[in-house]
Nanobody, 115 residues
Framework: QVQLVESGGGLVQAGGSLRLSCATS????????MGWYRQAPGKQRELVAD???????NYADSVKGRFTIARDNAKNTVDLQMNSLKPEDTAVYYC?????????WGEGTLVTVSS
């Protein structure tokens, strides 16, 4: 059974930084895509950033230049370095991993950015 476990969330002041990490277990294969989504109160879940196994990345426009995604294919882990955080970045952040057609999710970690 594949499991994803996030860590690194917390409370930070605007302008600060946090690093989220996602560890996986139970997969014998390298995930095609690993990434991070977030869901703020009252809003739909949205893609923050993802990275394919060949290193290509996608970032939401709102985080470009501030967030950086990194993954370790050998360990099937993915991190998200978040700098220059803004109050609007406050959300539950979810780790995601895909081996089509399968789609795996972590339980989420809360990031709160105070103004």
């Amino acid at each position: 059974q594949v499991q994803l476990v996030e860590s690194g969330g917390g409370l930070v002041q605007a302008g600060g930084s946090l690093r989220l990490s996602c560890a996986t277990s139970g997969s014998r294969f390298i995930f095609n895509t690993m990434g991070w989504y977030r869901q703020a109160p009252g809003k739909q879940r949205e893609l923050v950033a993802d990275m394919s196994s060949d290193g290509s990345t996608n970032y939401a426009d709102s985080v470009k230049g501030r967030f950086t995604i990194a993954r370790d294919n050998a360990k099937n882990t993915v991190d998200l370095q978040m700098n220059s955080l803004k109050p609007e970045d406050t959300a539950v952040y979810y780790c995601n991993a895909k081996i089509p057609p399968l789609d795996y999710w972590g339980e989420g970690t809360l990031v709160t950015v105070s103004s």
